[in-house]
């Protein structure tokens, strides 16, 4: 089954409204990093975050590990925060799996 | 800043013709991994190393060869294209170990197979 499940799969906000993004993954992950990718764009990371709660800007992420989940809060949305927000877990010392990440959309 | 390079962004492929990708990073990291992303699939991986020298089988390998002569060097090789691989490859680069470091990505190679 995906290791990685992230909802919701697509949000549509208001400008200024607040995002709630989530990420579980079934296996034990020793890193987590959340990556914004733009339309047609590469994979910007925003944060890295295995455990606790980090801050950056308007985003905010917690990772639960032992329940296996994390969050990426992002607070009053712009609209280019719209494109695709995709959660990754480092699996041993090498492997990265990624979700299929959440469609943002944030219009004026 | 941690730099990945990728080499072409863009290429055009015939059928049965040979296909090699290049990447490049100078971040000194040891680990190099190649990424499919496919609408409805996400982010797969296909061939990773962890120095050079090595090369290591992804979750999808099949069709695709990978070469890392050097640290800064990971190539991705299409033998024989087909249309299937038609696709963005994403090239990015990490610390090995149980490290909290994080992964650094390319700006991607669009391969059109025709």
């Known amino acids: 089954g995906q290791q990685v499940q992230q909802s919701p799969s697509s949000l549509v906000l208001q400008e200024g409204e607040n995002a709630e993004l989530q990420c579980n993954f079934s296996?034990?992950?020793?890193?987590l990093q959340w990556f914004y990718q733009s339309p047609g764009g590469s994979l910007v990371s925003l944060l890295s975050n295995p455990s606790g709660t980090k801050h950056t800007g308007r985003l905010t992420s917690t990772t639960v590990t032992k329940e296996r989940r994390s969050s990426l809060h992002i607070s009053s949305s712009q609209t280019t925060d719209s494109g695709t927000y995709l959660c990754?877990?480092?699996?041993?010392?090498?492997?990265?799996?990624f979700g299929a990440g959440t469609r943002l959309k944030v219009i004026a | 800043e941690a730099a990945v390079t990728q080499s072409p962004r863009n290429k055009v492929a015939v059928t049965g013709g040979k296909v090699t990708l290049s990447c490049n990073q100078t971040n000194n990291h040891n680990n190099m991994y190649w990424y499919r992303q496919d609408t409805g699939h996400g982010l797969r991986l296909i061939h990773y190393?962890?120095?050079?020298?090595?090369?290591e089988k992804g979750d999808i390998p099949d069709g695709y060869k990978a070469s890392r002569p050097s640290q800064e060097n990971f190539s991705l090789i299409l033998e024989l294209a087909t249309p299937s691989q038609t696709s963005v490859y994403f090239c990015?680069?990490?610390?090995?170990?149980?490290?909290?470091?994080?992964?650094?990505f390319g700006k991607g190679t669009r391969l059109t197979v025709v």
């Open positions: 990754a877990i480092k699996r041993g010392n090498y492997k990265y799996v």
């Open positions: 190393s962890y120095g050079a020298g090595s090369t």
């Open positions: 296996s034990t992950a020793t890193q």
């Open positions: 990015a680069s990490g610390d090995g170990g149980q490290s909290n470091t994080e992964v650094f």
